[in-house]
């Protein structure tokens, strides 16, 4: 098992920047890709960015590339998303996910198999 828990969530104004951080634990080493995705009230459940578990590759929806960075620190075990220029739009939970796949960039949510438990963002106009 694998176990993922997010932090860095919280309130911003537009514009503003937010650093989110995905700390994995357990079977690591069964892991292909960790992924963010967001939420946001009454919408699905839609993919972010993600980024391979030896960082060699990033992928990103289209509409955050240039505002949001994907990166890992090997050694903590950890991926993090920096998110600048943020809108109101951005305003979701964000969960970090994992798999021992890359689905590819339209894959739905339900096919990462470990999740965390999600962090509020919120960006005010």
């Known amino acids: 098992q694998v176990q993922l828990v997010e932090s860095g969530g919280g309130s911003v104004q537009a514009g503003g920047s937010v650093r989110l951080s995905c700390a994995a634990s357990?079977?690591?080493?069964?892991?292909?890709?960790v992924s963010w995705f967001r939420q946001a009230v009454g919408k699905e459940r839609d993919f972010v960015a993600a980024?391979?578990?030896?960082?060699?590759?990033?992928y990103y929806l289209d509409s955050v590339e240039g505002r949001f960075t994907i990166s890992r620190d090997i050694a903590k075990n950890t991926v993090t998303l920096q998110m600048n220029s943020l809108t109101p739009g951005d305003t979701a939970v964000y969960y970090c996910?994992?798999?021992?796949?890359?689905?590819?960039?339209?894959?739905?949510?339900?096919?990462?198999?470990?999740w965390g438990k999600g962090t509020l963002v919120t960006v005010s106009s």
């Open positions: 357990g079977r690591t080493f069964s892991l292909y890709v």
């Open positions: 996910a994992a798999a021992d796949r890359w689905y590819g960039l339209g894959a739905p949510a339900r096919l990462y198999r470990y």
């Open positions: 980024i391979t578990w030896n960082a060699t590759m990033t």
